[in-house]
């Protein structure tokens, strides 16, 4: 009888830590989710120093429509380039720090992303008449953000998985490479003498 007791008293209290826990992570979780929602269809842009001419919403000059365009292709190619280089095992075999490297990366890249879309004016005009090509455009820019998230997801996926065992393979050659050194040189020092 007095187990049943004892085992009722504590069953509230295991009740009680049951729900806080499920409370927390379903908190947790709800604002990652949050997050993520307002990182790809909140953002406000932050007031940037524009590096050009403000595109116009009447009859924009064809260079400026260029340079725009130019713009995101830039965009687009810095995100790939960077997670290349943050891919690539470096030759010291050292292992680059790639979640922050990405990170300093991403604020940087954010700044520009915010600075092409004040001045090309993709948040206000995409879906005026400014012709297919301004649309074609302002979608690819659109996307560059969840572009960025994906790339960001495979560093993170390499580094938990890949990272360390590409740097150890190349340690391994690295040993592999001084051992057989070592040996060739000593093979020269021991050449017999021509008889």
């Known amino acids: 009888m007095k187990e049943g007791k004892e085992s009722n008293e504590f069953r509230r209290y ?44 009447k009859r924009p000059a064809i260079s400026h429509l260029l340079r725009c365009n130019r713009d995101v292709r ?12 943050l891919l690539r095992v470096p030759q010291s075999g050292g292992r680059p720090e790639i979640a922050s490297a990405w990170e300093t990366f991403s604020r940087a890249w954010l700044r520009d992303y915010d600075e092409v879309d004040a001045r090309c004016r993709f948040s206000e005009l995409s879906g005026d008449a400014l012709g297919i090509a301004y649309e074609r455009m302002a979608e690819a820019h659109a996307a560059l953000p969840a572009m960025r998230l994906k790339y960001q997801s495979l560093l993170v996926q390499f580094d938990e998985e890949q990272a360390a065992e590409l740097s150890e393979m190349r340690h391994a050659l690295e040993r592999s490479h001084a051992a057989l050194a070592a040996a060739a040189e000593d093979a020269a020092h021991h050449v017999p003498a021509p008889n």
């Open 14 to 57: 295991r009740q009680a830590l049951t729900v806080v826990y499920l409370l927390t992570v379903v908190l947790g979780a709800s604002l990652l989710g949050a997050s993520v929602v307002k990182q790809l269809f909140f953002r406000s842009p932050p007031d940037v120093a524009l590096r050009g001419p403000i595109l116009s919403a």
């Open 74 to 85: 830039a965009l687009l190619t810095r995100l790939g380039d960077e997670a290349s280089n």
